[in-house]
């Protein structure tokens, strides 16, 4: 493999995953700090209906579901502009390293699922 190939490679692997961060990072942290008050909240409905609280379902209601929640919607949409944009990174790497196009492709095919 020549050296431009390699480095057009690490290149789109570095934006795919710089972007994906980016998106996925903002929703993990509203999952996060969603979890606090949902966890207060399921503290006071258990409280409400049977006059007793229990930790484990009050952090596995309140925190632990927001946090998935937001994390997996977050996981999709970072999967999916990865996706647009990759096509776009495709032809300006190509172009710049002088490598064809169909290789970066088959690569960015290839780590589309991890």
């Not at 207060?40 to 609280?53: G, K, N, T």
């Not at 930790?55 to 579901?65: K, Q």
């Amino acid at each position: 493999m020549a050296a431009n190939e390699d480095t057009a490679f690490i290149e789109l692997g570095r934006r795919r995953s710089r972007l994906h961060v980016l998106i996925l990072t903002p929703f993990v942290i509203v999952g996060v700090l969603s979890g606090v008050p949902g966890y207060m909240l399921a503290r006071e409905i258990q409280f409400a209906i049977w006059q007793v609280s229990w930790v484990l379902l009050s952090g596995l209601v309140g925190f632990v579901v927001p946090a998935v929640v937001f994390s997996a919607i977050g996981q999709a949409i970072a999967r999916r502009m990865v996706r647009v944009r990759t096509r776009a990174w495709i032809g300006e790497l190509a172009e710049r390293h002088g490598v064809a196009r169909d290789k970066l492709e088959q690569i960015a095919g290839m780590i589309e699922h991890f």
